[in-house]
């Protein structure tokens, strides 16, 4: 990614060796929009060239258009391009064959986006967690209740909630269920 070298610039494609000194007029003799492919820069020409475009064979170096002039179907570029400048080279930020996502990568909007913009139609993903959480005792009450005597509060259905929900956003239902193994679900028998 990107799959082919693009400008990161709207301006002008040029060969370096075209220009020397800033000051240099060059013929624009094609216009390259994004999504579209251009031709070969013949020497002693400029591309007119926008953000996302592929950049056309023979051209080094993309001059922003801020810095150029254009008069009567020539450029005049006031700056003086290196090799690579404004260009984003194919593979840049991930190289044909390269591990998009590591297996067991927890997805956000950016790893969605990544995933994307390679092609990837479908990830193979796990999903959401669905935890059913019961805590039995009749000893148990809930924080902000009296403690009868003998009770105890109910913590571990807080710091087990709170851990679900490191894990993300799962769907959890909690019950406090009185009488310990007559609980259907401590047998098995619960929805």
Known sequence: MPPLDNTSMDGYAVRCA???VAGTRLAVAQRIAAGSVGHVLAPGTAARIFTGAPLPAGADAVVMQELCAVDNGSVTVNHVPRSGEWIRRRGEDIAAGAEVLAAGT???AAHVGVAASVGAAQLIVFRRLRV?????????????EALKPGGIYNSNRYTLRALLEGLG??????????GGARCAACRGGGQ
């Open 18 to 20: 075209d220009v020397p």
């Open 106 to 108: 927890r997805l956000s």
């Open 132 to 144: 059913a959480l019961f805590s039995t005792g009749d000893e148990l009450a809930m924080p902000g």
């Open 169 to 178: 956003r799962s769907r959890y239902r909690a019950r406090l269920a009185r």
